[in-house]
């Protein structure tokens, strides 16, 4: 698949991400879309390591929507993980 392809999976991705995680994210949209472009790089690497599958062949499988948005909820949480602990540290 090509960079455009991937660019939209991980924004959708990173809406699904957001959906199935509610809540007040610091950085907003943009941070949500890029951590979706990130989480689906994530996840398709994450399937081929870990299980063995080959989750990333093609725009409309949908091994690769679900790589993708597990990807995006493990970023997001690290990131929500992240960012909490820097901001209840930083008003000690």
Do not use: E, Q
């Amino acid at each position: 698949m090509g960079i455009i392809a991937w660019i939209l999976i991980g924004l959708l991705a990173g809406f699904v991400a957001k959906a199935l995680m509610p809540g007040k994210d610091p950085g907003g949209v943009v941070i949500t879309m890029l951590i979706g472009i990130a989480g689906g790089l994530l996840g398709g690497f994450l399937g081929k390591v870990i299980f063995g599958v080959h989750s990333i062949d093609g725009f409309f499988d949908l091994s690769t929507w679900i790589a993708a948005i597990i990807g995006s909820v493990i970023l997001l949480a690290v990131y929500r993980l992240v960012t909490c602990n820097k901001r209840h540290h930083s008003h000690a």
